[in-house]
Each structure stands twice: as structure tokens, then as C-alpha cells.
């Protein structure tokens, strides 16, 4: 069992910064991929960011140059520093990890992600 948590989400104006944190717990040996993805009402959710144990990212495209993928292997936790807010930004991001071992030997199938319950930020224009 794995438990994915994310933080920090919340109002800001927009041109303003904010940054998210997210750990995932339980009997874990190892991450392959840990990410952040956003979704507004009516739409799908997209990629915004995701980052390999190896330190290897990958940015969607409307974000790329104003938020940055972090991650401490160790406490199997990432986060994403968002600048340059924008009101298009809003939405629930959440964070997700892929690529799981289990310290019993057990790992989640291929692609199979575990998602935590999301947190909502808001940019006012």
C-alpha cells in the first residue's frame, strides 16, 4: 500500500509563486517517476510536470520556464515551485507517483500510477 499526500496549495495573485510538496509513504523501496498533474472542471487532466529517480524531467508546454520539478529521492517526496502564476494556472493539482517497489518485492503494474487527493490553487487576475 502506498499513500500519496500532497501540500501547500492555495490563493495567490496572479505573477505571484507558490510551491507544492507531495510524499508518498508506505512499505516503499523505491520510486521510478514522481509527477504533478492539474484538472479543471469539464477538462482532462494534464501533465504539468514529472521528474525520474535519475533526475530526468519533463514539463508540459504551457508551464515549461516558470515552474520547477524538485525531488528528494530519500524521502520519496517532490515538489514544484510555481512562478509567474497565471489565472490559467488554476486548477487541482495532483500529484502522482509511477514505477513503485515495494520493500516486499511486490511493485505496481506498468503505468499503473497512485494519486493523492489533489490540492486546489487559485490565481486571481
Known amino acids: 500500500q502506498v499513500q500519496v499526500v500532497e501540500s501547500g496549495g492555495g490563493l495567490v495573485q496572479a505573477g505571484g509563486s507558490l510551491r507544492l510538496s507531495c510524499g508518498a509513504s508506505?512499505?516503499?523501496?523505491?520510486?521510478?517517476?514522481m509527477g504533478w498533474y492539474r484538472q479543471t472542471p469539464g477538462k482532462q487532466r494534464e501533465l504539468v510536470a514529472t521528474?525520474?529517480?535519475?533526475?530526468?524531467?519533463n514539463y508540459g508546454d504551457s508551464v515549461k520556464g516558470r515552474f520547477a520539478i524538485s525531488r528528494d529521492n530519500a524521502k520519496n517526496t517532490v515538489y514544484l515551485q510555481m512562478n509567474s502564476l497565471k489565472p490559467e494556472d488554476t486548477a487541482v493539482y495532483y500529484c502522482?507517483?509511477?514505477?513503485?517497489?515495494?520493500?516486499?518485492?511486490?511493485?505496481?503494474?506498468?503505468?499503473?500510477?497512485?494519486w493523492g487527493q489533489g490540492t486546489q490553487v487559485t490565481v486571481s487576475s
Open positions: 502522482a507517483a509511477e514505477g513503485i517497489i515495494f520493500s516486499t518485492g511486490s511493485y505496481l503494474p506498468y503505468r499503473e500510477k497512485a
Open positions: 521528474i525520474t529517480s535519475l533526475g530526468r524531467t
Open positions: 508506505g512499505s516503499i523501496s523505491s520510486i521510478n517517476a
